[in-house]
């Protein structure tokens, strides 16, 4: 008979809706992904009650060095990756949901040492980011002169670290909040230009420092989150894409990056391990 073959073991760190969906995936199609839930870890574990089985409820996150896991999915904050990204490297293959912060270049530096250092990998899925390979291809060729993302939400799908809509009332249009580097974006709204900081990291010859983002409250879009990305190369070239994203109000993230999240997961083993 011919082996079995190994399924990936896979932790989710994180259980909000973009958790949920990962979660409910690798429980429902797993096994014919090559995969497997090897832990399932939330600030409130209370919230894991009655939805997780309770043998993949880890209940400090610091208990995940004694489970047997191939890769890591943080999916909360860019506090945990600052925390604990180190520490999953030394374990495990590690896929960064929050890469907003890897703007901090000390963080980013230390991770990509402990991959190198431990023989894992540090991934970044695309999330909303659409063209990401392409942004990637033209900056590795030493084509990318330039690139500016702007993203236009609802006030109410908004995190920012600021005061910067305290102010908002419903009916007021649109109004551009911030524009400027994405490594500042990164610091003032770490839960919402994910899409940008992915973009910064394609486009690794820019950096945080050279991306442009701008952050855009629209009280319009009540449906719907817009990314617009603006390329621009050599000889000029240029490519503009704008991708609206099905989103409800208050919603962080669109409905459509939830399915970006499980192709990005696939496509890192497609086959499970060997």
Not at 91 to 120: I, K
Not at 157 to 173: A, I, K, N, V
Not at 190 to 211: C, D, E, K, Q
Request: aromatic share 8%; with cysteine.
């Amino acid at each position: 008979m011919a082996d079995t073959p190994k399924l990936l073991a896979v932790g989710i760190v994180g259980y909000g809706h973009l958790g949920q969906h990962l979660v409910e995936r690798i429980q429902r199609e797993g096994k014919a992904a090559g995969l497997r839930l090897a832990f399932v870890w939330n600030r409130n574990t209370d919230k894991l009650r009655g939805s997780v089985p309770e043998e993949f409820i880890l209940q400090q996150l610091s208990q995940f060095t004694e489970r047997n896991v191939d890769l890591i999915v943080e999916v909360c904050h860019p506090q945990i990756v600052k925390e604990f990204g180190a520490q999953f490297l030394s374990r495990a293959h590690f896929m960064v949901g929050s890469p907003s912060a890897l703007a901090d270049p000390h963080l980013n530096q230390q991770l990509h040492q402990a991959a190198a250092c431990h023989g894992r990998t540090l991934y970044v899925p695309s999330g909303a980011l659409w063209g990401g390979q392409d942004i990637q291809r033209l900056n590795n060729n030493g084509t990318l002169s330039a690139l500016f993302i702007r993203m236009s939400k609802h006030p109410s799908c908004f995190r920012l670290t600021g005061d910067l809509l305290s102010d908002w009332e419903e009916g007021e249009g649109r109004r551009v909040l911030f524009k400027g580097s994405v490594s500042d974006l990164c610091t003032l709204a770490p839960n919402n230009v994910n899409t940008m900081a992915a973009a910064a990291i394609a486009a690794g010859r820019l950096g945080f420092g050279g991306v442009t983002g701008e952050i855009v409250s629209d009280t319009e879009l009540s449906q719907f989150h817009v990314v617009e990305v603006e390329v621009t190369g050599a000889n000029g070239f240029f490519v503009k894409t704008v991708r609206r994203n099905p989103a409800q109000l208050g919603a962080v993230t669109g409905s459509a990056t939830y399915n970006s999240f499980w192709s990005s997961l696939l496509c890192m083993f497609p086959t499970g391990l060997d």
